[in-house]
Structures are given as structure tokens and as C-alpha cells.
């Protein structure tokens, strides 16, 4: 029996987690495993980055789950700074190129997996090259970034853009003794929330010392005449001085290789796959991670959601068909947390933006409430909306911004999307309460609640 080839190209989440799940299914004798990884770093939790930069991650290491060596000692031969330059699916082979001696090659495949994840927003504009300007996607860009940060021997900081990444990097570059200004172009940080939930967040970044500049449209990054960043330009001709400057504008399906080789693709960029993870009417080429489209289940349409969550799934997925098996990917309810300073911020669901664009009628209802009973030491405030349709009451989404136990209060809201429950049946949740932990009516049963009622009124 011939042993079959399995190439992965990309070495972080999906990439080894399809190689490793494989590997569980298959040894050595059955399944020869080659994995291609651009970087140094493979297998770490990109997520992390920017509390390693803030120190409250005390080591870069302590992100890295497993390093090259330790999967190549279960018997994937995985390559490191190597880069895929081509993918030939007719021949059933890739190119490669290795990034320290320049030497190229080809190996062969049976089975094909991409897993070459996403890259930072870079806007064409003047200076965006220059010397001190860092996009933060993988450990690699976010040891350069270090690096920077102490070398320089200014403390101003500029961040582009005010979506997770750029608040969470606000954050680290406030904990380091930065002056932190976030430059962003929408009405309110945090576009994945409404405005007026983004409100919220301004308010509170504002309190915390990070001042924040809606509406400002960056047109330039200006240089000291050395190729250094000293300052960002926006179209109105504001000027903003930086010492460093991080772009947290978001990211975009690195999938150039996908796109050159006529695989399909979908609005945003990111390659289509069925339940399988297979790619769309190839029956040998799986895809994972932040370079694929997934479905939304509220929705009920293909978009890019980039999470270290997804694409741990994927791998697992594709790892499973890959050895044999079945496994499938059902989708998304869209569901994120973060934080900046003390303040938590999630969304799961549908934003009023996203219900407008898929035609849905809805209804919304905003509660102010405490993390816990009010009269608890240490209750912190907190503010949940929720979309409902308007005809059905079928929970559409849900934000929640406030002090510490707030985020992860979205994961039942998450759970009530997945199961398609109505704002009805979600009151009727019996939900944990003590003093400690829970007003005696939790603040998402409180919002389910007006909810229910706002529909009621509705349908009047």
C-alpha cells in the first residue's frame, strides 16, 4: 500500500492542528506529513500578542503551545521559514522557497491543506513603510513590535484604527508608559458593536487616559527624513506625533496563493469550503483558519471571521477527513470578547447594521444593570442590548460593555442564537444566582425581558 502525501501550508492553529489530528488518525507507514511555515513560531496563540507587549504575559514563549521541534518529534516534517510560492494542483505539488538560503523546490501531494491565515490592513498611503510602523498578526510581527518598543526612546504611540486589535494594543502600549492616541475613522470605536454600545467604549478609553479621535481619516505617515515614523497626518491635515505607530485597522484572508491557482473564493477574500472544510469542488484540498469564509448562522450568509477559536475547529475538522473520518464545521453566531483597561467589551449575533443588510425587521432593548446584586462589594456596572425580530421575537444578537464578569455573560446569548431560541424562551432560562455573582435577575434576562415586550409592541 503506497503511503499517501499530506503537504499543510501554514504552521499556526489550523495548519498543525489539521497536521496533528491527522497524524492521531494515521501514522508514518500510511501518512506522510510535510508542513510549510513562513515564520519562526508555529502553534501559539496569536491572541495573546498583545498582552505579552502590555507584560502581563511575563515571556513570549509562554504563548507558543508547541514548538517546531516538538512536532517534528511526532513525525510531521515541518519546515520553518519556507514559503509557499505556488500551488500547482494540476501536478499535485508546491513551490517553495526557503527564506534564509533562497533555494527553491517542489514537493508533491496527495492531499493538500491551507491554512495561510490572514494579514494586517496595510492602507497604500505615504510612509506607511517607514521605520517604526507595525501591523501585529503573528508572533513574528509581534516580536518586531517588541523589538521597536524598546529601542525607541520616545513614549508616544499612535494606533490606526479601534476595532480589537487596536484597543487591545491601545491598552498594552498605555500598561508600557505610552502616550496612547487611537485614530479611527467611524462614528465610535469598536465597529462590530452598534454606536451607540462604541459610545460606551469611547467614554471609557477617554477615562483611562487613551484619548481617542473618531472620524480621523489617516492620509500619511510622516517620517523624521531617516525612513522613522514621527508622526501620523490624517486628511484634514491634524497632525498627531508618534514615536511608534500600530495599525489596528483589521485583517484580510492572506490568500493570494488560493486566488493565483483559481481555487474559489468568496466577497471578502476568503476561500469557500463545504461542512467539511473541504474546498469547493476539489475533492483532495481542505482549507482553515483566518483564510477561509464561514457561514453565519443568524444571517445565513458566508463572511470572514477571523478567531483563533474557528480555527482550531477547522483543524480539527480537517485533520479528521484528512485521517479517514468525517467531522464538520457548521458555522458561526459570531460571537467575540475583549477588554481594554477594566472594562470588558462582547458581541455575539447580529449588529443593527448587519439585520438592515439581511433584510430582517427587528426590534432593540437596552437595560443598565451591575455584574452583580448592587448591594455586593465590588458590583460593577454593565449595559446589555439585544436585537430580536420583529415578527417571530427570534434572538438576533446580543453587545454587552461593563466592568469585570460582564463579557462572558455573552456566551448564553450565544448558545440561545445556535439552538435559534426566542427572546421569550430566553427569559425563561434558568440561569445561576447568588449575590456574588448575579443580580437576582441576571442583565441578559433583564434585556430578554424588554425584548419580549418591544415585540409584543410591535406586532400591535
Known amino acids: 500500500m503506497a503511503v499517501e502525501r499530506l503537504v499543510v501550508v501554514g504552521g499556526d492553529a489550523a495548519g498543525m492542528s489539521a497536521a496533528s489530528q491527522a497524524r492521531r488518525l494515521k501514522g508514518p507507514a500510511e501518512l506522510e506529513i510535510t508542513a510549510f511555515e513562513r515564520g519562526r513560531f508555529t502553534s ?80 497604500r498611503m505615504p510612509g506607511i513603510g517607514a521605520h517604526g510602523v507595525h501591523g501585529v498578526q503573528t508572533l513574528d510581527d509581534g516580536q518586531r513590535l517588541m523589538d521597536t518598543l524598546e529601542r525607541t526612546g520616545g513614549r508616544r504611540a499612535v494606533v490606526v484604527g479601534a476595532g480589537y486589535i487596536g484597543v487591545e494594543m491601545a491598552e498594552a502600549l498605555l500598561h508600557r508608559g505610552f502616550e496612547v492616541t487611537v485614530l479611527h475613522r467611524g462614528e465610535q470605536p469598536m465597529s462590530t458593536l452598534d454606536p451607540d454600545m462604541g459610545g460606551l467604549v469611547h467614554t471609557a478609553m477617554n477615562r483611562m487616559g487613551i484619548r481617542t479621535v473618531a472620524g480621523a481619516e489617516v492620509a500619511e505617515v510622516v517620517d523624521d527624513g531617516a525612513g522613522r515614523a514621527r508622526a501620523v497626518r490624517t486628511a484634514s491635515g491634524d497632525e498627531y506625533p508618534a514615536d511608534v505607530v500600530v495599525l489596528g485597522i483589521g485583517v484580510e484572508p492572506r490568500t493570494g496563493l488560493a486566488r493565483a491557482a483559481g481555487l474559489p473564493l468568496g466577497a471578502s477574500g476568503g476561500l469557500l469550503t463545504d461542512l467539511s472544510m473541504r474546498v469547493r469542488g476539489y475533492g483532495n484540498v481542505w482549507a482553515g483558519g483566518d483564510c477561509v469564509e464561514v457561514l453565519d448562522l443568524v444571517a445565513g450568509r458566508h463572511r470572514h471571521v477571523p478567531l483563533g477559536t474557528h480555527a482550531n475547529k477547522h483543524g480539527q475538522v480537517i485533520g479528521s477527513g484528512v485521517g479517514g473520518g468525517y467531522a464538520t464545521f457548521p458555522g458561526v453566531v459570531g460571537t467575540a470578547v475583549s477588554k481594554v483597561c477594566d472594562l470588558e467589551i462582547a458581541r455575539t449575533g447580529l449588529r443593527e447594521a448587519d439585520a438592515r443588510e439581511a433584510g430582517l425587521q427587528f426590534v432593540t432593548a437596552t437595560v443598565a444593570s451591575t455584574t452583580t446584586a448592587g448591594y455586593y462589594p465590588g458590583a460593577a456596572g454593565m449595559t446589555v442590548k439585544m436585537l430580536a425580530e420583529r415578527r417571530t421575537g427570534r434572538l438576533l444578537g446580543v453587545q454587552i460593555v461593563g466592568g469585570a464578569g460582564s463579557a ?41 425581558r424588554k425584548a419580549v415586550a418591544a415585540v409584543r409592541s410591535a406586532g400591535v
Open 44 to 123: 501559539y496563540s496569536a491572541c495573546g500578542i498583545p498582552y505579552w507587549i502590555g507584560g502581563e504575559v511575563g515571556d513570549r514563549d509562554d504563548l507558543i503551545a508547541r514548538t517546531p521541534e516538538e512536532h517534528r518529534a511526532r513525525g510531521i516534517d515541518l519546515r520553518t521559514r519556507t514559503e509557499v510560492r505556488e500551488l500547482d494542483l494540476a501536478g499535485s505539488r508546491v513551490r517553495t522557497r526557503d527564506l534564509d538560503s533562497g533555494a527553491e523546490s517542489w514537493t508533491g501531494f496527495d492531499k493538500l491543506v491551507l491554512a495561510t491565515g490572514a494579514r494586517p490592513v496595510r492602507p
Open 408 to 448: 462572558k455573560r455573552v456566551d448564553v446569548a450565544a448558545v440561545a442564537l445556535t439552538a435559534g431560541m426566542t427572546v421569550e424562551q430566553v427569559v425563561a432560562l434558568d440561569l445561576g444566582y447568588a449575590p456574588p455573582f448575579s443580580p437576582v435577575w441576571d442583565p441578559v434576562l433583564v434585556a430578554a
